[in-house]
Each structure stands twice: as structure tokens, then as C-alpha cells.
């Protein structure tokens, strides 16, 4: 549970800011660039097969060659959640750890970027009304939105529905939060789609701070140990060239 908590903050620095293309292009850590499709992955060997849109023809490729963000990528990829399937109680327990990781690491930067939405807009720092107007407005918000996705299902998915779904979403989400901060609506309002924005810079701020001070070694070997050993990408005990 502490390594999946220590991994939050970091999948969430790298994982948003891959591009996701068509033809992807994996990079090993000897400089070689590849442009393949992600076919297949296996978890015994911890090898990844491509394919080459051109040609068709294969390649194999150990997941210990890959550059960090090629292995983040990897968590995305349709072939490596194929393979999970049907496998042992020790991969199902791999795609919970997943699950788990891009449901909350997303949450925890969007609570703290309520907390300062509230600090600087609503007048308020504290992390307790920042909880009860997080959880609420969000809760509040999805609820109606979940509503007015299945009305709109029902009305041969009438985009109009869901923006007038959206409006009065804003509005409970509004009254919500400004009854948290004991403010006016329009303030509510304005506090709870900062906090989007608040997250955004947090993240970015992050982001640059893991770039430019945290020796890369020392994030290679904390993803290693932290993401991509626990969820079956890589073997730590064979992953020690960390570059």
C-alpha cells in the first residue's frame, strides 16, 4: 500500500504528457527508434512484441530496454491489458494496483488545487472545508451528469440534453460549494472550476521540479521498484541498468 501511495504524484507527472499516436514510436535506451504497433506482451520473458504497419513484419523487444516514458506508455496499451487477461491471482491483483493508481492519483492533485482554489478564491485554507467542497461538487456534479448521460441515451444521444445536463450541473455544483465557504453562488461557481486550473499549474510545477532536479536515475529506479515491477512490466532483480 505505501509503494502504490508513493506512486501516485509521479504516474501522474508522465503519464498525461505522452503523445498517443497511430503509429507509435518506442525508443530503447540505446538511442534506437522504432515505429511499430504495441501487438502483444509477455509476462514470462517480459517482452513486448511490434509490428511494423508498413511491412507487417515482428520484433521482439525486452521492456528493461525501454526508456521510462515508452514503459508508462506501455500501461496504456490494449496489448499489455490483453495479456492480463486470464492469467494468475498475482496479475489480476497488477491491474487493481492500476486501477487504483489512475483513480486516485488524479483525485489527490485535484484536492489540493481545491484546497488552493478555496485559499485564494473562496477565503478559506481550510483542508476540512476543502474535503466536504471537493468530494461534494465532485459527487454533485457527476450524479446529475450520469442523469442526463442516460437521458440523452434514451433520446438518441441528443447533444443538446448534455450541455443543458452541464448547466444545471454548474448550478447544484455552485450552490454546493458556496454553501461549504458560506459565499454567494457565483463565487461557489468560480471556486470550483479554479480548481481545475489550480491543479493543472500544481501539475506543471511538478512536473518541472521531476525534470530538471531529480536526478533521472533516481526516478528510473523509483518507477521501477514502485510501478512497473509491482504490476508485472519488468523484473526489478533484472532491471539494475537504470539509465
Not at 40 to 45: A, H, P, Q, V
Not at 115 to 122: E, S
Not at 206 to 231: G, W
Amino acid at each position: 500500500m505505501s509503494a502504490l501511495i508513493r506512486t501516485f504524484a509521479i504516474l501522474l507527472l508522465f503519464g498525461p504528457w505522452i503523445p498517443l499516436e497511430a503509429q507509435s514510436r518506442w525508443t530503447t535506451k540505446d538511442g534506437q527508434v522504432q515505429t511499430a504497433d504495441a501487438m502483444d506482451f509477455d509476462f514470462e520473458s517480459k517482452v513486448l512484441i511490434l509490428e511494423n504497419p508498413e511491412t507487417g513484419a515482428r520484433s521482439r523487444t525486452e521492456t528493461t530496454k525501454l526508456v521510462r516514458n515508452d514503459r508508462i506508455r506501455l500501461l496504456f496499451e490494449p496489448a499489455f491489458h490483453s495479456a492480463l487477461n486470464g492469467r494468475t491471482p498475482e496479475i489480476s491483483a497488477a491491474r487493481r494496483y492500476l486501477l487504483c493508481i489512475f483513480a486516485f492519483t488524479p483525485a489527490i492533485l485535484l484536492f489540493a488545487g481545491f484546497w488552493i482554489a478555496g485559499w485564494l478564491v473562496g477565503g478559506s485554507a481550510s483542508p476540512i472545508r476543502a474535503f466536504f467542497g471537493f468530494l461534494g461538487g465532485w459527487a454533485c456534479g457527476v450524479l446529475f451528469m450520469f442523469f442526463y448521460f442516460m437521458l440523452s441515451a434514451r433520446n438518441g444521444g441528443s447533444s443538446g440534453i448534455l450541455w443543458f445536463g452541464a448547466a444545471i450541473s454548474s448550478i447544484f455544483v455552485s450552490v454546493f460549494v458556496s454553501a461549504v465557504y458560506k459565499c454567494k453562488t457565483l463565487k461557489g461557481f468560480a471556486i470550483f472550476f479554479a480548481h481545475l486550473a489550480a491543479a493543472i499549474f500544481l501539475t506543471t510545477i511538478l512536473l518541472f521540479v521531476c525534470e530538471n532536479f531529480i536526478p533521472s536515475e533516481s526516478t528510473n529506479d523509483f518507477l521501477d521498484r514502485n510501478l512497473f515491477e509491482p504490476v508485472g512490466l519488468i523484473s526489478v532483480e533484472v532491471s539494475g541498468d537504470n539509465l
